[in-house]
């Protein structure tokens, strides 16, 4: 779903249509449907900023997990001070809606993808970009050179095996002189993403990282390469966003450098990799107060009962991300009370097809409810047509499948349908 047309905006629906708010999620909408609760969306947006406030560091949110505008303002409103995007695309879609501070945590390569960025800062934007090699300077100098514009970029400190980035301090350093050497750009500091670390003691490495960060961050500064006014350091996912913040607050960067986190998944949390994440943060962190809580979902329908044990759900692939299969979590009748929800306990999803869960059922002895029947609706208290909510894991991979996610209230009552740009 990659976005190569000319277009500002985002596409209109899209195959799983839209919906209009005031709909009842369990009687008023074609299902599956991505949905996300607002008092959990709330809680989240307000506990994130205030931790990067509580340490000294802003807060531009990663657009990519969502890529939902109207997620975009409410981080803005929340106090965000920019939006992080991953592609040039990315950010034009975010800029047509609105959002004119806008970090790209990737190397611009490619005149097509370069010419969109052109055309933004003509427009207003102040959009900054991460380069490596001297080849993307020299590449990116003459464009905007010719092009008549300055463009901010940050050197990215990568880790050897790792992803893009200089392996080195030094290259770092020469990768800074290389940068003066191009009118057209204007170096405003040092990136990193400490994601990509995955050793037997992750917690000293990811410190060691943002520690080198902060070396080569200041060795720019005082050999006088940074040019921008108020030059930025940035790093964070959203797994070990505290020891990022726990280094930058350490170093004492003063008003000289501006500290920057980006995690994204944040905003609607998971029930798989970013929980277990967040109980590291705050098993580090016991001071915090409760962490962040999921709020992202997927509701989905029985849609058969084949044999003993096992439900067919209408959810696949297509529907929700596939790097942990979904967890049910509870269940209603369709037009029933959304107070009351039904169990799931033994229930447990065990294959992904394109558009089909297929879900194991307790067997009779195993929790059942009811004595478990074939060539009926039911099995045990299970009929065709429930709904079933299940949490996903890395909302990223749950995001780009779907044109509409619908953020709903307590009562399950739609409030807005908001649109994706992916």
């Known amino acids: 779903m990659q976005d190569t047309m000319p277009t500002l905006d985002c596409p209109p629906g899209g195959s799983k249509g839209s919906v209009e708010s005031g709909r009842e999620l369990l009687s008023g909408v074609n299902l599956p449907a991505a949905v996300v609760h607002e008092a959990p969306l709330a809680h989240n947006l307000a506990w994130m900023q205030g931790f990067a406030e509580s340490r000294g560091a802003r807060l531009a949110p990663h657009g990519k997990t969502t890529m939902a505008p109207a997620l975009f303002h409410r ?158 350091i940035t790093a964070s996912g959203s797994a070990w966003y505290d020891l990022v913040a726990e280094v930058f607050q350490a170093a004492r960067l003063g008003p000289r450098f501006v500290p920057v986190l980006r995690p994204g998944c944040y905003v609607v949390h998971d029930h798989g990799l970013y929980h277990e994440a967040q109980g590291g943060v705050l098993a580090r962190r016991p001071e915090l107060e409760r962490g962040l809580a999921p709020a992202l979902e997927v509701f989905a329908q029985v849609q058969s009962l084949p044999e003993p044990g096992l439900a067919i759900v209408a959810m696949g692939r297509r529907d929700v991300g596939g790097d942990r299969l979904p967890i049910p979590l509870r269940r209603y009748r369709e037009g029933g009370d959304p107070a009351r929800p039904w169990g799931v ?78």
Not at 175 to 190: S, T, Y
Not at 357 to 375: I, S, T, W
Not at 389 to 417: I, N, Y
């Open 345 to 422: 306990a033994g229930w447990e999803v065990v294959k992904l097809m394109d558009q089909h869960a297929f879900v194991r059922l307790p067997r009779a002895g195993e929790g059942a409810e009811d004595e478990l029947r074939v060539g009926d609706v039911r099995v045990g208290d299970v009929r065709v047509g429930d709904i079933v909510a299940f949490g996903v894991s890395h909302p990223c991979l749950t995001f780009d499948k779907w044109r509409t996610v619908l953020r709903v209230d307590e009562r399950l009552v739609v409030r807005e349908a908001m649109a994706t740009c992916f």
């Open 75 to 232: 981080q803005r409103e929340a106090g965000a001070w920019a939006i992080t995007l991953a592609t040039a695309p990315q950010c034009r879609s975010a800029f047509a809606h609105g959002l004119s501070r806008l970090l790209l945590a990737n190397q611009l390569v490619g005149e097509a993808n370069m010419a969109i960025v052109a055309g933004l800062i003509e427009a207003g934007a102040d959009i900054t970009c991460v380069v490596d090699g001297e080849e993307n300077v020299r590449q990116l100098g003459r464009y905007f050179a010719a092009r008549g514009l300055r463009l901010k970029v940050l050197i990215e400190l990568g880790i050897p095996g790792g992803r893009c980035g200089c392996r080195d301090h030094d290259q770092v350093m020469a990768l800074g002189e290389r940068i003066a050497m191009e009118p057209a750009l204007v170096l405003a500091g040092l990136e990193g993403y400490e994601g990509v670390i995955h050793v037997a003691e992750p917690e000293v490495e990811v410190r060691a990282y943002a520690w080198r960060l902060v070396e080569a961050a200041q060795a720019l500064d005082r050999d006088g390469l940074i040019e921008a006014a108020s030059p930025i």
